[in-house]
């Protein structure tokens, strides 16, 4: 945590006497606060923060089911202006793309990109041809990695050019939902995953040949808990009941059983997804504002709500480009946080066998020796209690390890004990295991208005990968 520099802080009546920059401290991460990616993460490689699963100006239903103007064509300036805006602001080293394709099938490369010379963006070329772009931000303190990719019938990402040179030939690649259509996808270079897994069968998500799907998506989400979102828009004539506006998603999320029974039989067939979280923005959906004056569904607050975090092996000098980025989503060394209840540090989830240690997304075989571990994160730069209100409690973390059966998972470990650094489970049998942190966010009660319930209610903080265990 940052460290206090107005000497004889107790308490926070004390702060009246610093200055802002030391109040700012001593405050620490809360709603609302944007910290940087850390980068650091385990075993030399970074930890990337960004979105899989985001819709642009590419799309015919973002912006309000208004794009652009189909009479000129022109795009939707302020709506692209607010896409570019929430990056900066929220700080994301990634964005794969996700649009539709209508209009994403219209447009070429470096467009749909979303390369703007006048940025400074500087675009990825191989071959001499655009494939991915940095996009900047003023001041030039932060960029973006963007890489394009379609949601239309598969959900490819990472594409390196249109699949097709004719508007026919690309629409008929993106409509595709056979084994052929996914390889000619993957020959364009995408890692090939869907959205919605409500929608597929475990049938379909084993036998064409995806990289992966989606473990949360915030659309299937918000229709699964319609009844909280009725609620609070009937209370958005009344501030004072409302929680803190970045907050409004909490009382709303739920863990989709759908999403982890197909999860876990995918896994206990033998299947090696990659699973991912999908923010599925598009601008279109909650357009009445929170009192910050914001939109509910803004791009800003829809980014920042959680995001997938690639554990990337990047070159010596610490640069990347969107190949690495597709080698960590490939090899499944993903996992996602919900960012709202606080910035995680510290979380890893890995294999070891005597010297030999393996990531998420790989291969250990069972042995005397075999254990998984799972670190126990923390809250960044969260405030310690005993620096706040009597009635401010930390949140309450619970560690789990997980097997997947079929029709979803089973608990083969857990803590919820403090001083527990680490989970360690030595495995008994082969199976696919992931990790899992849970979280009661006390920290967050004063916060929540109406909504101080919430805060010892049992949410989902991070979900892992799997690490596969054979024989």
Not at 391 to 417: C, D, I, N
Request: proline letters at 6%; glycine letters at 10%.
């Amino acid at each position: 945590m940052r460290q206090l520099t107005c000497l004889g802080i107790a308490s926070l009546v004390a702060l009246s006497a610093c200055g802002p920059e030391t109040v700012e401290a001593a405050l620490g991460w809360r709603p609302g606060i944007v910290l940087p990616s850390d980068h650091e993460g385990p075993r030399g490689m970074l930890d990337l923060r960004g979105l899989v699963h985001a819709h642009s100006v590419y799309s015919h239903d973002a912006c309000d089911n208004a794009p652009r103007n189909e009479a000129t064509l022109a795009l939707n300036v302020p709506c692209l202006e607010d896409f570019r805006r929430a990056l900066c602001t929220v700080g994301h080293d990634f964005v794969f793309l996700t649009d539709h394709g209508a209009h994403f099938a219209e447009y070429e490369f470096p467009d749909v990109l979303l390369y703007d010379e006048a940025r400074k963006d500087e675009l990825v070329v191989r071959s001499g041809e655009p494939v991915a772009n940095f996009a900047g931000c003023a001041g030039g303190a932060h960029r973006t990695l963007i890489l394009a990719g379609t949601e239309t019938e598969t959900m490819p990402v990472g594409l390196e050019g249109h699949v097709g040179a004719t508007l026919e030939e690309r629409e008929a690649a993106y409509s595709g939902r056979t084994k052929e259509a996914v390889q000619k996808l993957k020959a364009r270079g995408a890692i090939t995953l869907v959205a919605h897994t409500e929608e597929w069968s475990v049938d379909e998500l084993t036998g064409l040949g995806l990289d992966g799907f989606e473990m949360f998506n915030l659309h299937a989400n918000t229709i699964l808990g319609a009844g909280a979102v009725l609620s609070l828009l009937g209370k958005l004539s009344y501030p004072d009941l409302l929680p803190h506006p970045d907050l409004a998603f909490l009382p709303i999320v739920n863990e989709d059983p759908r999403y982890l029974e197909k999860w876990g039989t995918v896994l206990a067939r033998g299947g090696r997804p990659v699973t991912t979280m999908g923010t599925d923005c598009h601008q279109n959906t909650l357009p009445q504002l929170l009192p910050d004056g914001e939109r509910i569904d803004s791009y800003r607050r829809m980014m920042g709500w959680f995001s997938n975090h690639l554990l990337v092996t990047p070159e010596a000098d610490g640069s990347f480009d969107d190949r690495h980025l597709k080698q960590a989503l490939g090899e499944a060394r993903l996992y996602g946080a919900f960012e709202m209840l606080g910035y995680p540090e510290g979380f890893d989830f890995y294999a070891s066998s005597g010297s030999d240690v393996r990531d998420m997304g790989s291969e250990v075989t069972l042995a005397a020796d075999t254990a998984l571990v799972v670190k126990r994160p923390r809250i960044r730069e969260l405030l310690d209690p005993s620096l706040q209100a009597p009635s401010v409690q930390a949140p309450e973390l619970t560690v789990r390890l997980l097997v997947a059966v079929e029709g979803g998972f089973e608990v083969v470990a857990e803590s919820s004990e403090e001083s527990v650094s680490e989970l360690t489970y030595a495995p008994t049998a082969p199976g696919a295991y992931r990790a899992e942190v849970r979280m009661r966010p006390r920290h967050l009660r004063g916060e929540l208005a109406t909504f101080a319930g919430l805060a010892d209610e049992d949410f989902v903080w991070i979900y892992s990968n799997a690490i596969h265990v054979v024989m």
